[in-house]
């Protein structure tokens, strides 16, 4: 399913989209009138610029070169901000006077500047933390969506964009460097998908009546057997504590006393099956579970397997949407443009997606999310001088031992600043996602 993902992506989003866009054409013919503006993090630091020498020959140079360059994306290729920012980067919104001085001496103009919601530190951190790995790190603040770091390995040096990125092209889909897994990359949730679950249950049942005796595994007639991590049997459970464990023999028979009609109802408010509300090119995730779908599918979509497929930035709104009382915000990477000499142009705001929950739902889930760190699978962060609060997840993909490993969560739990999501992909050395994300806390709070 994986491997399927990436393949899709490539020949169905990417190579349509950079060969045939008429737009791009119409907008590089500005690139005979104005040199392409800088895009900057959001200290000013330069993380795109366009250098031009003697002879008047522009390259496009990317000063922190493989630490942001799927956010950055590639001007050539127009991915990432160089793609979302392109027609504001070939704009110039100079005074009169100037832009009839350059029109008159043929001079070149400068195009404006994006100054972008990155930060340095927090990307330079996720960057390092995500190690040898493939796999995303994501940051975002869940109150308004803004988007404080995304990296996505492997990586590439987009400077060497000019000499290799045909080479590039040519990689394995599993392999791939251009690749932005952070939006582009579709994989199973695996536990990270029982606060969907949760959420579901909660709305069709009292969570007070909720207790279950875990013996290890759960076999259902007409089903499968679903074990717990290890077979551990985790023994008598009330939702939170189930939610806790992470214990999938509860959550598979969670899943066979929900309303599928209603189940697959949330997972689309929540955004599964469709585009997300983002400029930046990303893969749609999906839920299968329908009125149709048989005992076992049912089982194993409760724990994240089956066919569902998320995103790791949809995984992320997802949780910063419990984070933030229930409201989805919609994810943004530009705080706003600029002229070349600095005089604002556009200043964004952050805007709502969607209302997914009630902040009574929110409240409950982040309840449980907590109880991850205190007393659950979430080890790493119960003693960080930060409260957070989250949901760990490690996802079968295929029939091998390896499997991708998944931390959302975010911090303080009662007054969320910042939203993390990390997703490593089978075969990860070190240790599991919690410990990369708890990196990226340690940063932001230290
Ligand atoms: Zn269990």
Known sequence: MLMMGYLIWFNVAVAPGIINNPYNKRVDNQENKVVRGDILASDGSVLATTEVDEDGKETRVYPFGNTFCHVVGLSSAKTGIEGMENYHLLSEDANVLKQLANDATGEKAMGNTSITTLDMDLQETAYNALGDNKGAVIVMEPKTGKILAMVSKPDYDPNDAATDY????????????????????LYPPGSTFKIITALEYIREYDEDDYSYDCTGSAYAQGGTTIP??????HGQENLQKAFANSCNSAFSSIGLQLDKTKFRSLCNTLLFNSKLPINMEHSVSSFA??????????????????RTMVSPIHNLMITAAVANNGVMMKPYLVDRVETAEGTLVEQYQPQEAATVMTAEESGLITEYMRSVVTSGTGYALKNASYEAAGKTGSAQYDSSENVHSWFVGFAPFDDPQIAVCVVLEGGYTGKDAQYTAKKVFNEYFK
């Open 289 to 306: 579970v329908d009125e149709t779908s048989g005992i076992s599918e049912v089982q194993e979509t409760a724990i994240g397997q089956g």
């Open 228 to 233: 717990c991590s290890n077979n551990k049997a």
């Open 166 to 185: 045909s080479e590039w092209l040519t990689y394995d889909s599993t392999d791939s460097v251009l690749l932005n897994r952070a939006t582009q990359g």
